[in-house]
């Protein structure tokens, strides 16, 4: 893919992340769907999109509570994902789950048990490390569950076996409502890559060019047999934790400036100024998304549910 081409494609993803997990967050908030209300990554979209697209066929990706945002960017049918969130027998998890998994895509995930994924991030790397595949696993999780005792003993595991796992701390500045500052005292989560002896990098998690090299670099380290890697990607939570978090705990300010800062207008305006795209290009690439998005609603509505006899299959305990 060409330099120009995969910028679009970027902007495109961060588009398709945004109105999908909108759709979701409305359809909650209208009371279509029940259960437990979205965790969205409005502002985050660079993060997933940058890291996802600096993968190849047959890698996997491990994913937060904040889910959609990867399973997007690895190229998920939206349809599928929104007949899932739906709860339809269309989608990805028959209609069962929220946690949208894709094995052919290797999207595997995602889970509500806060740095669950890493450790099964670790031993996918070292099955893959022990068939002698060249495939690498990367794992996202957040600020907060970085001070989760399994992401300091996966780290540990990694560097010692030398594992072909990238680990992506996605710091978005709240643990729920508990500010990063006062979750951790050191200026970048990044540091502790020092103690795993393992690379570690801070980027800037909204600009999804940034973030693609940085877990490209990891990448083909990964691939080569140079092991694991740690990269914060700092980025702004635009939204509440979950959908109907009307955020009382947070300056109104930091709300405005993080909105102002919106990474998808920010990307926007950068590929405008680099001639790569007008400002008609962009509605129309923002226009044709919508429709996507519309049409995936559509068929989600449509689908049917899963049959109350299939209740107790495909569970494991
Ligand atoms: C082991 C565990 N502890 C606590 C929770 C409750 N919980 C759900 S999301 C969340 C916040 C996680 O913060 P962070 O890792 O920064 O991710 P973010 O929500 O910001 O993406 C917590 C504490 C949980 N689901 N699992
Ligand atoms: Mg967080």
């Known amino acids: 893919m060409s330099d120009t081409d995969l910028k679009l494609d970027m902007l495109r993803k ?33 993060v997933s999109v940058g890291a996802c697209l600096a993968l190849e066929d047959g890698d996997y990706v491990f994913t937060t509570h904040r889910g959609q945002a990867p399973q997007v960017a690895r190229g ?3 349809n599928r994902i929104m007949a899932e969130l739906y709860c339809r027998l269309p989608g990805y998890n028959k209609g069962k789950s929220y946690h949208v998994t894709d094995f052919d895509r290797g999207v595997v995930g995602m889970g509500g048990i806060v740095a669950g994924q890493v450790p099964v991030a670790g031993g996918m790397a070292l099955a893959q490390k022990l068939k002698g595949t060249d495939r690498v696993s990367i794992c996202f999780f957040g600020d907060g569950a970085s001070n989760e005792g399994v992401v300091h003993e996966t780290a540990n595991l990694a560097s010692i076996w030398d594992l072909p796992l990238i680990m992506i701390c996605e710091n978005n500045g709240y643990c729920i409502s508990l500010p990063v500052s ?23 998690g909204n600009d999804p060019v940034a973030v693609h090299q940085a877990v490209s670099e990891a990448v083909r380290r990964a691939r080569s047999g140079g092991g694991a890697s740690l990269i914060e990607a700092e980025t702004t939570r635009m939204g509440g934790h979950l959908a109907h978090d009307p955020q009382r ?41 919508v429709r996507e998005i519309e049409a995936a609603v559509a068929f989600a509505r449509q689908a049917p549910t899963p049959p109350a006899a299939e209740a107790f299959e495909d569970l494991w305990a």
């Open 14 to 46: 961060m588009l398709m992340v945004r109105h999908l997990e909108n759709a979701w967050g409305d359809a909650y908030l209208n009371e279509e769907i029940g259960g437990i209300p979205p965790a969205l990554s409005t502002g985050q979209e660079a």
């Open 182 to 204: 006062r979750e951790i005292n050191t200026a970048h989560i990044a540091d502790r890559a020092a103690a795993y002896g393992i690379p570690g990098v801070v980027v800037d």
């Open 76 to 78: 998920l049918d939206p």
């Open 249 to 289: 705990y947070r300056p109104r300010e930091e709300i405005e400036a993080a909105r102002a800062a919106c990474p998808i207008k920010r990307f926007s305006a950068r590929l405008q100024e680099e001639g790569l795209l007008t400002a008609d290009g962009f509605s129309a690439m923002e226009a044709e998304v």
